[in-house]
C-alpha cells in the first residue's frame, strides 16, 4: 500500500510538472509575438511568468531583450547576467548575451546614497519601496531610468522623502539626513537675511514707476500738440484732412497716457513704501499711499503716522 502510495504522488507531481512546462512554453510563444507587434509591457509579462514556471534560460533572456527595448536598463542587466550565467560556456547566446552587457552597463544610471553626520543607527532607508542595507549605503545602485523615491525613517522623527530624476549613464548622489540641522542653529529672520534684496526691489519698482511717469508725461505733451492741431484744422467743428488726422492719432495715445499714469503711480507708490517701512529695531510706522485727482491730472498722497 505504501509503495502504491508513494506511486501516486510521484505521478501527480510529474503531471503538474509536464502542465507548468507546456503553460511555461505557451506563455513564451505568447510573448515572442507581443514582442515582434511592440507591445513590450505584455511581452515582459509573458516572459516573466514562463520563467516562474519553467525555470528555462531561455525565457529569461527574451525578459532582459524586452527590458531593454523599454527601457529599464537596470532590470535588463541583471537579467542578461543572470541568463547568460546558466547557459553552458559553448552555447553561442553566451557572446550574444556578453555583447548586450558591454552596450548597457555605460548606459545604465545609478543611484549612490551617503548619510549625513550623526544619523542614529537605527534609521532605515528604502529605494522605491524596497529596502536599502547599511552595506549598499556609500555604494552606487544600478536604477532604470526615471524618477525614483527614496525615504529615510527615524524613530521618532518624521519621514524625509527624495524624489530623485535621473537620465541614461547618469549618477545622483543623495545626502540623507541633512536637514536635520542643530537646534542652537541661529536662525536669520526675513529683515537680517534679505537687506539687499529689499533695496533691489525699491530700485526696481521705482525705475518702473518713473519709466511710467515719463511715458505719461511724454503721451501727455502729444496729446496737447495733437489737441491744438485739431482746433486750428476744425473751424466750427467741421474738419479738414489734417485736422481728423490729429484726431484719430489722439485716441492710442490717450491709451498709452492712462496706462503711464498707473503703471507710475503703482511703481512709485511700491517704491516709496518699501523705502520707508525698511527693517528696524522699533515698530514699522504706518504707512499709506494712495491716487487722488488733482486739477489737470493725477498725484500721490501720503500719510505717514509715526
Known amino acids: 500500500m505504501l509503495v502504491l502510495a508513494c506511486g501516486v504522488l510521484a505521478a501527480g507531481h510529474a503531471i503538474a510538472q509536464d502542465s507548468d512546462e507546456k503553460r511555461a512554453a505557451t506563455l513564451f510563444t505568447e510573448g515572442r509575438e507581443a514582442l515582434a507587434r511592440g507591445d513590450t509591457t505584455v511581452a515582459c509579462d509573458k516572459f516573466r511568468e514562463s520563467f516562474r514556471l519553467g525555470k528555462r534560460a531561455s525565457a529569461l533572456l527574451n525578459l532582459a531583450q524586452c527590458e531593454e527595448t523599454a527601457g ?14 546558466m547557459l553552458p560556456a559553448s552555447d553561442d547566446r553566451v557572446a550574444v548575451a556578453a555583447e548586450h ?16 553626520p550623526r544619523i542614529p543607527p537605527s534609521a532605515k532607508v528604502t529605494l522605491d519601496g524596497t529596502s536599502v542595507s547599511a552595506g ?19 524613530p521618532g522623527s518624521p519621514e524625509q522623502r ?12 543623495v545626502v540623507l539626513g541633512a536637514e536635520r540641522v542643530p537646534d542652537a542653529a541661529p536662525t536669520a529672520t526675513p529683515e ?13 519698482a521705482g525705475g518702473i514707476g518713473a519709466a511710467g511717469l515719463i511715458t505719461a508725461a511724454v503721451t501727455g505733451a502729444m496729446i496737447l500738440s495733437k489737441k491744438s492741431t485739431a482746433d486750428d484744422n476744425c473751424p466750427n467743428k467741421v474738419c ?19 496706462i503711464g499714469w498707473g503703471v507710475g503711480i503703482v511703481g512709485a507708490g511700491v517704491a516709496t513704501y518699501l523705502l520707508l517701512t525698511n ?26 503716522r509715526f
Not at 549598499?136 to 527615524?154: D, Q
Not at 527693517?279 to 500719510?303: C, E, F, V
Open 72 to 85: 529599464k536598463l537596470a532590470d535588463a542587466l541583471a537579467h542578461w547576467k543572470e541568463g547568460s550565467s
Open 101 to 116: 552587457l558591454r552596450s548597457i552597463e555605460p548606459r545604465v544610471p545609478r543611484i549612490r546614497l551617503r548619510m549625513a
Open 136 to 154: 549598499s549605503l556609500e555604494t552606487t545602485i544600478p536604477v532604470n531610468p526615471g524618477s525614483h523615491e527614496v525615504v529615510l525613517s527615524i
Open 162 to 173: 527624495h524624489a530623485v530624476l535621473v537620465r541614461e549613464s547618469e549618477q545622483q548622489d
Open 192 to 204: 537680517q537675511s534679505t537687506p539687499q534684496g529689499r533695496k533691489i526691489a525699491t530700485w526696481t
Open 240 to 258: 479738414n484732412a489734417a485736422g481728423r488726422d490729429a484726431i484719430d492719432s489722439t485716441h492710442p495715445l490717450i491709451t498709452v497716457n492712462y
Open 279 to 304: 527693517s528696524s529695531p522699533h515698530p514699522a510706522p504706518s504707512t499709506a499711499i494712495a491716487p487722488a485727482w488733482i486739477p489737470g491730472g493725477m498725484a500721490l498722497t501720503l500719510d505717514r
